[in-house]
C-alpha cells in the first residue's frame, strides 16, 4: 500500500458551505453515483434533526473533501452512525478509521455532558460488504437483516464505556 496522502484532521462541519461539501461532492458520489442509491433518499430526516453533526476529511492542500461521517443524538446517551462514505480513490488508508474514531470521540464528550449513564450506545445500519468495517471498532450485529433504501443492511451496536 502507497503513503496516507496529506490530509487534515477530521472536523466538524460548521458552515453550510461545508456541509454542502459533505453532502454534494462526497456522499452524492459514492451512494448515488458509485452505489446506485436513488439521489431523493440522500438527504433524509436526519440532515434537518437539530441533534445531528456532520465531520468531514479533506486533503492538504488541495483541501478536496474524501471523506465524511454524521452522529445524531437519538435520546440520552443513545447515538446514531450514518452516512459513513469516503471516496473510492482514497480507501484502505485508515480514513474510514479516522472518520469512525471522531465519531466515536464527539459521542463520548456529548454523553458525558448531558447524561449520567455509565456507557453511550451507538448504532449503525450497516450495508452487508462492510459488517467486517463496523466490527473492527466492536459494533456487534442486532437482529435480522432488513431493506433499507432498496438494499440490505445490518442493524449493529456499540457500547462504549463513559466512566
Ligand atoms: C466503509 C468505508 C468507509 C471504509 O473506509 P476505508 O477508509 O477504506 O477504511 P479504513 O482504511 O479506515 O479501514 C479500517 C479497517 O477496516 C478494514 N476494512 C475496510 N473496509 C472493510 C470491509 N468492507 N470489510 C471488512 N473490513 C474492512 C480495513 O482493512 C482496516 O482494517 P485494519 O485497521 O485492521 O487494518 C469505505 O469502504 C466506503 O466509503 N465504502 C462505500 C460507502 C459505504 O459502504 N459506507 C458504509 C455505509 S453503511
Excluded at 454534494?24 to 439521489?39: K, N, T
Aim: aromatic content about 10%; some cysteine.
Amino acid at each position: 500500500m502507497t503513503d496516507q496522502p496529506s490530509h487534515e484532521i477530521v472536523r466538524v462541519v460548521e458552515s453550510d458551505k461545508e456541509l454542502q461539501q459533505c453532502c454534494i461532492q462526497v456522499r452524492i458520489d459514492v451512494f448515488v453515483h458509485e452505489q446506485g442509491f436513488p439521489l431523493d433518499v440522500e438527504i433524509d430526516a436526519y440532515d434537518l434533526n437539530p441533534g445531528t453533526i456532520h465531520f468531514l476529511l479533506r486533503l492538504t492542500p488541495s483541501q478536496k473533501p474524501i471523506g465524511v461521517i454524521r452522529g445524531t443524538r437519538l435520546s440520552e446517551a443513545y447515538y446514531k452512525l450514518s452516512r459513513l462514505a469516503v471516496l473510492k480513490d482514497y480507501r484502505q488508508f485508515k480514513f474510514g478509521r479516522e472518520l469512525v474514531e471522531a465519531l466515536h470521540d464527539w459521542v463520548k464528550l456529548d454523553a458525558l455532558e448531558k447524561s449520567t449513564a455509565n456507557a453511550a450506545k451507538v448504532v449503525c445500519h450497516s450495508q452487508l460488504p462492510v459488517k467486517g468495517f463496523y466490527a473492527k471498532f466492536g459494533y456487534i450485529p442486532e437482529g435480522a437483516e432488513f431493506d433499507e433504501d432498496g438494499d440490505p443492511h445490518q442493524k449493529m451496536v456499540l457500547e462504549i464505556p463513559l466512566r
